[in-house]
């Protein structure tokens, strides 16, 4: 049985977490917040005091925070003892300048680094159908290949480390995008004395149907705001689209007022709400 290690328990850590024990992993986990461990270690995880004590315990490190910061101080601190052997694989949505520094930190105390970040929101969390887009070495990727499988559903190989962190801002500006265009679609089909229900009922049946329209529509029209995918992450990632769009020299007009759109929502306080609040930054 392997030893795996979880940091970070959050909307997406939590069940990707209880996945790995589903899978019969032998799963220790930190969180910030220990608390937030409680449901799974009933299920048979084991709580670690710190990110140092879980190291020594496991084959290879999951890891699951908010941004490249939070990834950063996690990996300085699993450093801090020798990760021979140990593969460390980071999930969470972070710049591809993090990734690469992390990369280098880890290979210094002779650990391995998969850049990972998943494709997908809290239903394929946790009836673990995400999509990994991995950056890092085809073969550590295959040697971890029966972890991102309790997890996921699909591997997608995008090159060196950094490459899986560049295609999930790629994906992501396309999310914010369509988030944007489906928020002022349901506002403007109101506004004009439709209902939301239909609206989605036919946006869902055409050329443009996606599992979102039908996802995120629906909740628009329930007026249930609760996060699958908090919007203070999604604006997060379009600040680091916007990063590396300056870095390479791409010309976003659209992903520009995406920044703007998301920083206004998080300043009145939609932060910790799904994406589609959105929507209510338009219906005032
Ligand atoms: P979340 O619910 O906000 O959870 C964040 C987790 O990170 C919590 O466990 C939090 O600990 C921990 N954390 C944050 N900063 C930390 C730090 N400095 N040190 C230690 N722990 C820290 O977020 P989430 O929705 O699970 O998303 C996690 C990552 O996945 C983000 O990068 C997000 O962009 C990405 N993502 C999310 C979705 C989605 O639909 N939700 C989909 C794809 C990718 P505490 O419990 O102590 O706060």
């Not at 970070?8 to 790995?20: K, T, Y």
């Not at 290879?60 to 052997?85: H, Q, R, W």
């Not at 369509?178 to 055409?206: C, D, H, I, P, R």
Request: proline share 3%; hydrophobic share 45%.
């Amino acid at each position: 049985m392997k030893n795996i290690g979880m940091i970070g328990l959050g909307i997406m850590g939590e069940p990707m977490a209880r996945n790995l024990v589903k899978a019969g992993f032998n799963l220790s986990v930190w969180n910030r917040t220990a608390k937030k461990a409680k449901d799974l270690c009933d299920e048979g995880a084991y709580l670690c005091k710190d990110v140092e004590s879980l190291a020594k315990r496991v084959d290879s490190v999951v890891i699951m925070v908010s941004g490249p910061e939070d990834l950063l101080e996690i990996v300085n601190a699993l450093c801090a003892t020798s990760l021979k052997d140990k593969t460390i694989i980071n999930v969470s949505t972070v710049s591809p300048e993090a990734s690469i520094t992390a990369n280098k930190l880890i290979n210094q105390v002779d650990g391995e680094f998969l850049d990972a970040p998943v494709s997908g929101s809290k239903g394929p969390a946790i009836n673990a159908s995400l999509v990994f887009l991995v950056g890092g070495h085809k073969e550590v990727m295959e040697r971890c290949r029966d972890v991102f499988e309790a997890m996921g559903s699909k591997l997608v190989h995008c090159g060196e480390v950094g490459t899986g962190s560049k295609m999930k801002l790629a994906i992501n500006l396309l999310l914010a995008s369509f988030m944007q265009g489906l928020a002022e679609t349901v506002l403007f089909a109101q506004k004009m004395g439709l209902t939301a229900e239909n609206l989605v009922k036919v946006a869902a049946s055409g050329a443009m149907a996606a599992p979102m329209v039908k996802l995120k529509g629906d909740a628009i029209a329930a007026n249930d705001f609760s996060p699958h995918f908090p919007l203070r992450h999604l604006n997060k990632d379009i600040r680091l689209v916007l990063q590396e769009a300056a870095q390479c020299n791409a010309n976003l007009p659209v992903g520009l007022q995406l920044g703007d759109i998301l920083n206004s929502a998080e300043n009145q306080g939609l932060g910790d709400e799904d994406i589609c609040a959105l929507y209510k930054t338009l219906n005032k």
